[in-house]
Nanobody, 115 residues
């Protein structure tokens, strides 16, 4: 079983920055992908970015540039650095870990960008 603990969400003003963290523990295979998705009210969950156990990142549509995903030392902790935040970035941000045998989601962390 895999557990994911997210942190770093909160309220920020337009143009501000936030860094989200996600720590994975439990039965984690050496090959996996960890990532961040977000879901705004009334919208589908969408990919922000993910990064595999080899450290290769992938970004969702229009996400690269203001969002940077990292995975120091290719360990089981990932970060999402968000900058130049806009009101439309307001959403619940979910961490996930995808590996052979299943996918695990975190409980989500709220990010609210106020104008």
């Amino acid at each position: 079983q895999v557990q994911l603990v997210e942190s770093g969400g909160g309220l920020v003003q337009v143009g501000g920055s936030l860094r989200l963290s996600c720590v994975a523990s439990g039965s984690i295979l050496s090959t996996n992908v960890m990532g961040w998705y977000r879901q705004a009210p009334g919208k589908q969950r969408e990919l922000v970015a993910d990064i595999n156990s080899g450290g290769v990142p992938r970004y969702g549509d229009s996400m690269e540039g203001r969002f940077t995903i990292s995975r120091p030392n290719r360990k089981n902790t990932i970060y999402l650095q968000m900058s130049s935040l806009k009101p439309e970035d307001t959403a619940v941000y979910y961490c996930d870990l995808d590996q052979r045998g299943g996918r695990t989601w975190g409980q989500g962390t709220q990010v609210t960008v106020s104008s």
